[in-house]
């Protein structure tokens, strides 16, 4: 189905920030297309967001980490020229150390967190920047500057995710397509589940709702913030985290190693 409204595309839009980002979407006019592993979560939802919004909702069934699965959702975002949103949030955890940790759970994270975002984004581009208009939204996660000694593989993905919108948002600024990254903090969803750690034994006051998480990030979005962190209560604090890094910049690479590594 191909719609003519402009419409929306939420990946893990089952539970937690995708279905949050679902309702947000449709409640701002936008239809939908709604993919994740669920059906049976994707079909009650999409039935709730046409009762409550009258706006159409397609729902696609797929596993982001198969690859002929995902080819389905890369065609829908090449071809389909209603899609001016795609939020990408599917994910996983996995908190573990990693001399204790499976590889192909490893393997599995890094295909979901990294690849499938990177192919999806990949497919999206080329549609929205020849029609002059569309957002991309990557979820990436406070892990990604937190690092944890359980968290290697995680917030590796996460800085990924963090990095590679950063790239784009480059690529891009000379075009009307905008690029954000969000890196919440802990929210309360099942994303914990099975993830090696208990959000039970956060303290309240650490863990965010998916709704209010989500309308943090549609508030920055509207603002124009590249990077969105929906519990930091002073930008400031994060522009100057990146003046310092680019600091850093004109020194990364020289002709000579610094004065510190010569006898």
């Known amino acids: 189905m191909t719609t003519q409204n402009p419409s929306a595309v939420v990946t893990g839009a089952s539970t937690g920030l995708g279905a949050a980002y679902a309702n947000r979407l449709a409640h701002r006019g936008y239809d939908l297309v709604l993919v994740a ?41 090449r071809t389909d020229e209603s899609i001016e949103v795609l939020i990408n949030n599917a994910g996983g955890s996995l908190f573990t150390p990693l ?30 920047t020849a029609r002059g208009r569309g957002t991309v939204v990557n979820i990436s ?25 950063q790239a784009l948002q480059q690529e891009l600024a000379e075009s009307p397509v905008r690029v954000q990254v969000v890196l ?29 998480a989500v309308d943090a990030a549609l508030a920055g979005l509207d603002a124009g913030e590249p990077v969105t962190i929906p519990s930091l209560p002073e930008i400031g604090d994060w522009e100057s985290f990146e003046k310092a890094r680019q600091t850093l910049i004109p020194s990364l690479s020289l002709q000579v190693p610094a004065d510190r590594y010569r006898a």
Do not use: C, H
């Open 37 to 77: 592993r669920n059906t049976a979560r994707l079909e009650a939802l999409a039935s709730d967001i046409r009762a409550k919004t009258g706006r159409a909702v397609d729902v696609v069934t797929a596993d982001l980490t198969d690859a002929e699965q995902i080819s389905v959702v890369e065609e829908r975002l």
């Open 99 to 128: 001399a204790t940790s499976d590889a192909a759970a490893s393997e599995a994270l890094i295909n979901l967190n990294v690849t499938s975002l990177t192919r999806l984004t990949t497919a999206v581009l080329p549609g929205l």
């Open 141 to 165: 996660s406070a892990l990604a500057l937190n690092v944890l000694p359980v968290s290697a593989v995680y917030s590796g993905t996460k800085a990924y995710v963090l990095t590679f919108t």
């Open 184 to 212: 919440p903090g802990a929210v309360r969803t099942e994303f914990w589940d099975g993830s090696g750690l208990d959000l039970a034994a956060f303290p309240d006051e650490w863990v965010m709702s998916a709704d209010d």
